[in-house]
């Protein structure tokens, strides 16, 4: 485990009895709707090629970038209708992120670029 995610548990402990914390474990039927939503945001803004390196990028370090960056953003990540919480869940897989960036891909297919 990483330190960061350590001590994020540690502190997930101690205040479960105080503030309700939610799950960081995601159905695979929410995962997937994680995938379309994100994917089609991006789609819609035109930014395929640069969510498609960066998530190449991304992909070796997807679980310490969710705990590190998406968590202190995610009240951020609700002003465009996704719950930071579970991003910062979907991200922890390396394999969500490999997903991510197929159906990102897919949708830059068929819009015809190459």
């Given at each position: 485990?990483?330190?960061?995610?350590?001590?994020?548990?540690?502190?997930?402990?101690?205040l479960?009895?105080?503030?309700?914390?939610?799950?960081?474990?995601?159905?695979?039927?929410?995962?997937?709707?994680?995938?379309?939503?994100?994917?089609?945001?991006?789609?819609?803004?035109?930014?395929?090629?640069?969510?498609?390196?960066?998530?190449?990028?991304?992909?070796?370090?997807?679980?310490?970038?969710?705990?590190?960056?998406?968590?202190?953003?995610?009240?951020?990540?609700?002003?465009?209708?996704?719950d930071?919480?579970?991003?910062?869940?979907?991200?922890?897989?390396?394999?969500?992120?490999?997903?991510?960036?197929?159906?990102?891909?897919?949708?830059?297919?068929?819009?015809?670029?190459?």
């Open positions: 485990m990483y330190p960061i995610k350590n001590i994020l548990l540690r502190i997930k402990k101690r479960s009895g105080i503030i309700d914390i939610p799950s960081s474990e995601l159905s695979p039927e929410r995962e997937e709707e994680i995938i379309n939503k994100v994917a089609s945001l991006i789609s819609k803004w035109d930014m395929e090629i640069p969510a498609s390196l960066l998530g190449k990028l991304m992909v070796p370090t997807s679980s310490m970038i969710s705990q590190i960056h998406v968590m202190p953003s995610a009240l951020y990540l609700d002003l465009i209708g996704l930071g919480f579970e991003v910062a869940a979907f991200l922890e897989k390396k394999e969500n992120v490999k997903r991510l960036i197929a159906k990102i891909e897919e949708l830059k297919e068929a819009k015809g670029y190459d």
